[in-house]
């Protein structure tokens, strides 16, 4: 399997792809001036405390408090909570773990009263980012994450991943981590840590050591609630949990955000630097890639997948339903069981396929196409549990019910991302009602002279429906798109873009910023 990552920067949004074997399996999108939650570190400060809930809720500067429970304390939280006094009353000298005396568990059964006071300053990390009208959800395990490993504090114990299969091997990280790793912290070596030499264990670790003393170090510092320690960029964070040998290129629309994935390649496997390149197209990266017209054709409430059968796709606030239907598919000379069996094999792959790419989390209920044979059943939990294998995220597959429907949950750290696919027409919003089509590059020529001539903007990018566009660039020597270069510069440059509508246009500054040259008329009128 191929895999490759487009990162696509704008101004106002990264959006990261992720294809194997050029088909998108996941998507996120980040605002620039939103910052990753899931991971941070802060100086939070408890606001209320919820005894009904066994919970407090915890001000880390949102606008809506955080919810913290008693279970996601964690068992040393009496030793943090000493250790964060500690740094906060004494500003000059920085205590060490290693030295921090371990103090008994708390309860497992505990009060959250028992242990929190309204007021009190501690120490918690982001464990799931606002969902619908949920605040986040903070955990006080604290942990640091890097490729191979991730440090926990106030910890002594080293975890190695079951999904490493070799017992020699796990016993062989557990007793190298041992013996590198410093008293009072605990370490979960990952699965990508499989075979790796000492000397690259040990660096990481060297590395997220030295954050957690800059984060202790800025906690002293610190006046209040307090982002301590962020986690890193979204796309640096995505490479870090998926790299490996499988990844081929790693393309990217941004110098600044090239150089910051390639210098963090350079760090964790120098060898494979050059997989990270810059795309410099004028094509949009996404179109270029095939990703656009893959977008518009997996989300949205219907989705098909395989000769006419289709997936039906509901959200509600509980959980996410999923109904198979086979649509007008059909096999000559097999049988209902036979042709029930073939759609949901290939709903199943299609499922696991959206669950990732929608990053859809909590309950999800599956109504496959019903069949009788309990060997064609469980080939289909099978199937569903091995396609599901490749899934980051946490989840538990139960087998069909005798109502046909499969059960499942995965873990839900984010919002569900949604994309509307439906497009509005631009020029009648709906009325059914517009101006002559075939004036419509007599309007755009205007809004360009407005552009060049009214607001002095001599270098733009206009961006257009293909179709459009190919109006536009036909005719070799006499296409409107030359014309305009002609009468309004060099700096006017049109290209196609699959994100728009039929009709609908975009201008964009040469830093890449939208124009909105309605607001911008409304000025000048």
């Known amino acids: 399997m191929n895999s490759e990552l487009v990162v696509d920067v704008q101004a106002s949004e990264i959006s990261i792809a992720l294809l194997e074997d050029k088909r998108l399996v996941e998507l996120n999108h980040e605002g620039r001036e939103e910052q990753f939650a899931v991971g941070n570190l802060y100086l939070g400060r408890v606001k209320k405390l919820m005894p009904g809930l066994n919970a407090a809720f915890v001000d880390v500067g949102y606008e809506k408090d955080a919810f913290l429970h008693y279970l996601d304390l964690g068992s040393n939280f009496s030793t943090l909570n000493q250790f964060t006094t500690q740094v906060l009353s004494d500003r000059k000298k920085v205590p060490l773990v290693q030295k921090t005396k371990l103090l008994p568990e708390i309860e497992k059964n505990g009060s959250i009263n028992e242990v929190l006071k309204p007021g009190q300053d501690i120490l918690v990390q982001i464990a799931k980012e606002p969902i619908s009208t949920k605040g986040p959800r903070l955990t006080a395990e604290i942990s640091i994450a890097g490729r191979f490993l991730v440090l926990i504090p ?8 079951q999904k490493i299969k070799t017992e020699e091997e796990r016993v062989r990280l557990r007793q190298l981590i041992q013996s590198i790793k410093p008293k009072g912290f605990g370490v979960i070596v990952r699965t990508v840590a499989e075979e790796k030499k000492v000397a690259e264990l040990d660096n990481e670790l060297k590395i997220l050591l030295k954050r957690w003393e800059d984060a202790v170090a800025k906690t002293q510092q610190s006046k ?31 110098v600044g955000v090239f150089n910051e994935v390639r210098d963090y390649i350079e760090l964790i496997a120098p060898e494979r630097k050059d997989i990270v390149k810059l795309y410099k197209d004028e094509t949009p990266i996404f179109d270029s890639f095939g990703i656009t017209k893959q977008i518009k054709s997996a989300f949205g409430k219907t989705v098909s997948f395989k000769s006419g059968a289709y997936l039906i796709i509901e959200h509600t606030e509980a959980l996410h339903v999923i109904d198979v239907n086979s649509g007008n598919r059909s096999k000559a000379g097999n049988g209902q069981e036979e042709n029930a069996l073939d759609v949901n094999l290939a709903a199943a792959d299609e499922i696991a396929r959206q669950l990732r790419l929608r990053d859809m989390g909590g309950i999800i209920v599956v109504d496959f196409i019903d069949m009788h044979e309990s060997e064609n059943r469980q080939k289909l939990y099978e199937r569903m549990r091995e396609v599901m294998s490749n899934d980051r995220a946490k989840h538990n597959i139960l087998p069909l019910s005798k109502f046909g429907l499969m059960q499942m949950t995965r873990q839900r750290v984010r919002p569900v991302t949604h994309i509307d696919i439906e497009e509005t027409c631009p020029t009648c919003f709906g009325t059914g009602r517009t101006k002559p089509s075939i004036l419509f590059t007599d309007q755009l020529e205007n809004k360009i002279d407005f552009l060049v001539n009214k607001l002095d903007v001599k270098e733009f990018t206009l961006h257009l429906h293909p179709y459009v566009d190919a109006y536009v660039s036909k005719g070799l020597f006499s296409s409107t798109k030359k014309q305009w270069r002609q009468k309004f510069g060099k700096g006017c440059k049109v290209i196609s873009s699959q994100k728009l509508g039929f009709l609908q246009y975009k201008f964009y500054d040469k830093k890449g910023t939208e124009i909105n040259l309605q607001e911008e008329i409304e000025k000048f009128s």
């Open 224 to 254: 209040g609630v307090t982002l301590i320690l962020e986690e890193l960029g979204r796309t640096v964070g995505i490479i870090r949990d998926l790299f490996n040998t499988n990844f081929k290129h790693i393309h990217i629309n941004d």
């Open 154 to 161: 106030f910890a002594d114990k080293v975890s190695v991943s």
